[in-house]
């Protein structure tokens, strides 16, 4: 994406600060997030609903609070990762009512992929409260959270964006304001499409060179010297053993997840409803993650879909 690359902010995940930060969510994705502001400095204190999520926090050496409000406690950010639309609606707006709890001068940035009616919702209810709140769904996966690589796609004001910049800046590597409220998630849902499309034509073209008697290595070598080229070729090459670092070569273990993937294409499809768009491409790579999911393979990275072409695909 060259345009947007143009507008993309950069920051050293080394940036130091003795701010405050409530964090939220801290599963598989959350916990890395939240491990790398610890790191950079800021005071971090996490909470998760789960007892199991909250310990290993706890073990990697982060301070944990039993409760949404003593995280919530003198917090300069609020930042969030959450499963769904309605889990955000809740933290923010439901029973625990953090926008009653939180400072007046706290910034509020939801790193969960939701929908954008649903972001848009929350920060229009943020800023009647008189607070910044940017939508800022991530993408790179549970690697690049860990090594705080993750590239930012955020909605919200302009001067939001530039005061969330430095927690940002700590979890990630690229930094796109991509526009007003509700823009990131938008930005997010076009992305994951896209990720979807390409994943299953990639498998595609593996398994079918395959077939014929080409070395998958050596495929992929031509396919990335070629016009075919893409992200899931370059980096997350979904047949065994081309890639050690790739999900495909560790038992398709996640990564990001097949059920994710069908959460996230609903979401696009939604998107492009409400836009009038036809997206057949969208349309048939949800229906095939759906029928992978259904088959049993949801807790699988998203990169296993190689295997509906059947056991001789990924020999």
């Known amino acids: 994406m060259p345009q947007l690359a143009r507008h993309a902010v950069r920051y050293a995940s080394t940036y130091s600060s003795s701010a405050k930060v409530a964090f939220y969510g801290i599963g ?22 789960a007892v199991e ?3 290993a926090a706890a073990a990697a050496g982060l301070r944990v609070a039993s409760t949404v409000e003593a995280a919530a406690e003198g917090a300069d950010y609020i ?5 769904t639309g309605k889990h955000a609606v809740e933290l923010y707006l439901g029973q625990s009512r953090l926008l009653s709890r939180a400072s007046s001068a706290a910034t509020l940035v939801d790193c969960s992929t939701i929908d954008s009616h649903t ?41 939001t964006f530039e005061r969330a910049k430095p927690v940002l800046g700590a979890m990630g590597k690229k930094l796109f304001h991509a526009g007003p409220a509700g823009a990131g998630q938008v930005a ?8 979807a499309i390409h994943m299953i034509g990639s498998t595609e073209a593996l398994s079918m060179g395959v077939r014929a008697g080409l070395a998958p290595e050596k495929l992929s ?10 992200w899931s070729l370059e980096v997350y090459n979904p047949f065994p053993g081309v890639m050690a670092t790739a999900p495909a070569s560790k038992g398709f273990a996640p990564g990001f997840m097949t059920d994710l993937m069908v959460k996230d294409l609903k979401l696009a499809l939604d998107a492009a409803e409400s836009s009038g768009l036809d997206v ?12 992978h999911q259904r088959l049993g393979h ?16 990924a020999d």
Do not use: Q, W, Y
């Not at 997010?188 to 990720?195: D, H, I, R, S, T």
């Not at 070598?221 to 893409?230: F, K, P, V």
């Open 28 to 49: 598989n994705m959350g916990r890395g997030m939240a491990l790398n502001l610890h790191k950079a400095g800021f005071e971090v204190t996490a909470f998760d609903p």
């Open 53 to 55: 999520a909250r310990n």
């Open 79 to 83: 930042v969030s990762m959450l499963p």
């Open 119 to 159: 972001a848009r919702e929350l920060g229009a209810a943020a800023a009647e409260r008189g607070f910044g709140f940017l939508d800022a769904p991530v993408s790179g996966g549970t690697a690049a959270a860990a090594a705080g690589t993750l590239a930012f796609m955020c909605g919200g004001a302009s001067e």
């Open 188 to 195: 997010k849902a076009c992305n994951n499409m896209l990720l």
């Open 221 to 230: 070598e031509i396919l990335l010297a070629s016009s075919g080229r893409n």
């Open 280 to 291: 057949r491409m969208g349309r048939l790579a949800k229906d095939l993650f759906e029928e």
């Open 298 to 313: 949801g807790h699988l990275d998203f990169s296993s879909i190689i295997n509906r072409l059947g056991p001789r695909a």
